[in-house]
């Protein structure tokens, strides 16, 4: 039986120095240009955000499901909800770039543009960061109520623990489709504040348990890799690889009815979004994120023989993680600077809040044993077998 996992300093202290090195090199974006720094700011926050949320999903649905393949592994979503209050803090930090970021926030936008007027009574600055903090006050409360319990199942047992889980999953997953598309409008759609998709809510969400899906995976094959989870089997990869199949071809879907429902439209206040995206230098982040969203993973995971491949998932995993910076990429920098960059902040804020997220999900990994002994599924997971 696997217990805590062990977390090196050489570990920890890599995190640190990368959040060290990233925290400069925020600085000097902050300095140089204010602007891009808030806008990586907010990119890598939210990318984290929209990981740590999939994965969050993910955990919610094997409850209400009752899933029993995926019980062995359900630690590595718990850890990953860790950085829920620290991602809010960072959004709540966005007050001091606001203006930078938000045209609607400014008040001569307000009382020239009769669009913005309109939308004031919803979009202004107080009731923007109050939304922030009951969002993710409701967020940090649902995940410490599960924690809790789990952590109680571990000690105690029982059957009455898994109901009560799944009962906060329940509220859990309603809360947080609701509120996350909520958030993805605030967040990122009021970033073109004359532009609106009836869809783009549903997107995010789609895309957010995709690409929090494929971390949960990579997490689990890593972990295995370095002498945990010794029972995942092919049968636990393909079950995966179902996952990632199926919101490939979701993904893939709503990506391009977007596109195909404002193209066909051909109305100004929609096209203004594509607009910028299809042009200086622009296009190219359309293309890649189709491909490596897409077409990639949905043509390698076709065969089950590749499926149950832990390369393989493992690289398309990596390959997600990549497409969904890439994909956020594409949804906030247009909107901040004409042409792409990628420089000194960019890396910076990357490698910044890599390293917090890798610090503060190592150490909830390491503060619960791995594996939940006294899960009633349990059995079940290390057992799991499909032809």
């Not at 939210?46 to 359900?74: D, E, H, K, N, P």
């Not at 596109?259 to 206040?269: A, C, G, H, K, T």
């Not at 296009?283 to 949905?298: A, E, T």
Request: one cysteine or more; proline letters at 3%.
């Amino acid at each position: 039986m696997d217990t805590n996992v062990t977390i090196s300093k050489k570990f920890n202290y890599a995190a640190i120095g990368m959040m060290a090195l990233g925290v400069l090199a925020l600085g000097y974006g902050l300095f140089t240009d204010s602007p891009r720094g808030w806008a990586n700011i907010l990119l890598n926050n939210y990318y984290f955000l929209s990981l740590t949320v999939g994965a969050t999903f993910f955990f919610c649905l094997q409850y209400i499901t009752q899933s029993g393949w995926s019980a062995m592994f359900r630690r590595v979503p718990e850890a990953i909800m860790s950085y829920l209050p620290v991602a809010g803090i960072i959004m709540l930090l966005l007050f001091f770039g606001v203006k930078d970021l938000y045209h609607w926030s400014h008040a001569d936008a307000v009382a020239h543009d009769p669009l913005i007027a309109h939308k004031a009574p919803y979009l202004n600055v107080p009731f923007f960061f109050i939304r922030i903090f009951v969002v993710f006050a409701a967020w940090f409360f649902l995940s410490r109520q599960i924690r809790k319990l789990s952590l109680e199942e571990d000690k105690i047992g029982g059957v009455q623990y898994l109901e009560k889980i799944e009962f906060w999953a329940k509220i859990f997953i309603f809360v947080l489709a609701l509120t996350y598309s909520m958030g993805a409008f605030d967040w990122i759609m009021s970033l073109e504040v004359h532009w609106f998709s009836t869809i783009f809510a549903f997107k995010s969400f789609a895309s957010a348990f995709y690409h929090g899906t494929a971390l949960v995976a990579l997490v689990v094959i890593l972990l295995h890799e370095r002498g945990y989870f010794k029972q995942l089997n092919e049968s636990h990869l393909l079950d995966f690889s179902r996952y990632l199949f199926g919101l490939s071809i979701i993904w893939g879907y709503l990506y391009f009815a977007q596109f195909m429902l404002i193209w066909f439209s051909n109305l100004p206040e929609e096209t203004i979004y594509y607009s910028k995206r299809w042009n200086n230098g622009w296009m190219i982040f359309f293309i890649v994120n189709l491909v490596v969203n897409w077409l990639i993973p949905f043509v390698l995971l076709l065969p089950q023989k590749l499926d149950k491949n832990i390369k393989v998932v493992k690289y398309i995993s990596i390959l997600l993680l990549i497409g969904m910076w890439t994909e956020q990429f594409e949804l906030i920098m247009p909107e901040i600077t004409v042409t792409p960059h990628f420089g000194v902040t960019e890396i910076g804020a990357l490698v910044c809040f890599t390293g917090l997220f890798l610090f503060i999900v190592g150490r909830s990994l390491a503060k619960a044993a791995l594996i939940p002994k006294n899960h009633p599924y349990l059995e079940e997971s290390e057992l799991h077998h499909v032809h």
